[in-house]
């Protein structure tokens, strides 16, 4: 099993290794994610961030039924959670999301395992005196973790593709 580390961060573009047509030819399933932290619909979040990430693969084709599709990403959500980064004036000032997520990517003809890892990314925001908008904010953060999660696995994927 290999153990990827990645941080989110400014100035990422997707596809910087991927050639031009490299998911050409390729169906994919992508059920949703297990959830294994406390933190509502973030199952249904991170899967659809990684759903319309493919969708932006040249030749990609996305299959909803997992049966019938010859590969497979399955993924499980490990971990989610905040981390304070600073205070002011004895308040939390400045907070991390952090999410960690395990991506099996499947041959379902070959019934083998092409890959196994672990991704981690994270999103800062700002606190304020108000509840609402640090939940906003902090949802939002968990969109751009997302976001990152979604174009590390699909670079992976199309990566490692076996035509």
């Not at 030749?59 to 981390?83: C, E, H, W």
């Amino acid at each position: 099993m290999g153990i990827l580390v990645v941080l989110a961060g400014c100035g990422y573009e997707f596809g910087m290794t991927v050639k031009p047509g490299a998911a050409r030819g390729l169906h994919l399933a992508v059920p949703v994610f297990h959830n294994d932290t406390f933190e509502p619909i973030l199952d249904k979040r991170v899967t659809e961030f990684v759903r319309r990430q493919f969708l932006q693969a040249d030749g990609l084709t996305l299959v909803n039924d997992v049966g019938a599709s010859p590969f497979v990403i399955k993924g499980r959500i490990r971990g989610y959670g905040l981390q304070i980064l600073s205070f002011r004036q004895g308040f939390v000032n400045e907070q991390r999301v952090n999410l960690l997520v395990e991506v099996t990517f499947e041959d379902t003809a070959a019934r083998t395992v092409l890959w196994k890892e672990s991704y981690r990314t994270s999103a800062e925001f700002f606190q304020t005196t108000d509840l609402a908008t640090n939940r906003a904010r902090q949802d939002r953060a968990t969109e751009e973790a997302c976001q990152a999660m979604a174009e590390h696995i699909v670079s992976r994927v199309l990566e490692t593709y076996p035509r």
